[in-house]
């Protein structure tokens, strides 16, 4: 798709949000009863499911034993129907065993997991609908889903992906912003340190765009902080309000 396309004359994108606007972000947290901890989230039409297990003895082999501080585990998958494309998509093909090492470091920049010394902590995480910045929503998902089970984090982390289009940095892109050409990066943060717990780019940029880009999805990321902040704030009180009758 052409860069003409992507951004009009007047500075829209294709779903008529300005540069710097985030997508309507819903969640919703305890959306499993078995788990210890589980999320669901949507930014624009990208759709995802996270669930938590732990802290837990750690399962297999014991040469996984971390004697001063918990094991994270990550599995990433996409379901079939989650874009137009159907096919097959199994858990050990390359894309989603990167994605599933890129959760891992980001959590373990996250979780205070010096508190659970030769533990482990699952987290598994389902994109139900793709519409572009995968990863941010499973991070975004999966931070709700680890304070729902109760696990102690440094800060929330917060994901978003930033683009170029025609020498302007657009905020949480879709799709088609994704797929367009240009360079664009996911990043990671740690909003009250502003600690970037992840930076991830698939292409060449030019070091005068890359300060740019990384401060508009700082930004985002920030906006992010705020939106996750009000969905615990207000499960907190469902959940109070609950025990309470």
Do not use: W
Request: aromatic share 4%; proline share 3%; net charge negative.
């Amino acid at each position: 798709m052409a860069g003409l396309e992507l951004l009009s004359d007047q500075g829209y994108r294709l779903d008529g949000r300005k540069p710097s606007e985030l997508r309507k972000v819903q969640a919703r947290m305890g959306v499993f009863a078995q788990a210890d901890g589980s999320a669901y989230i949507e930014q624009g039409n990208t759709k995802a499911l996270a669930v938590v297990y732990g802290p837990h003895e750690v399962r297999g082999s014991r040469s996984k034993t971390l004697h001063d501080r918990a094991v994270i585990n990550c599995q990433y998958s996409m379901a079939t129907f989650s874009t137009a494309e159907r096919k097959r998509r199994p858990h050990g093909d390359r894309k989603s065993s990167e994605m599933s090492l890129h959760l891992k470091q980001t959590f373990e920049a996250a979780v205070l997991t010096q508190l659970y010394p030769r533990s482990q902590i699952d987290i598994y995480v389902k994109i139900l609908q793709s519409d572009g910045g995968n990863y941010s929503a499973c991070v975004n998902a999966a931070t709700l889903a680890v304070i729902d089970a109760g696990i102690p984090m440094r800060d929330y982390v917060c994901a978003c992906s930033a683009g170029f289009v025609e020498d302007t940095p657009l905020a949480d892109l879709c799709h088609a912003e994704e797929s367009g050409g240009g360079t664009s990066l996911a990043l990671a943060l740690l909003p009250r340190s502003g600690q970037i717990a992840l930076l991830q780019m698939d292409a060449r940029l030019h070091q005068d765009h890359l300060d740019p880009l990384i401060e508009a999805a700082m930004t985002a990321c920030k906006g992010l902080s705020d939106v996750l902040d009000s969905v615990v704030r207000q499960h907190l009180q469902e959940v109070s309000v609950l025990t309470r009758d």
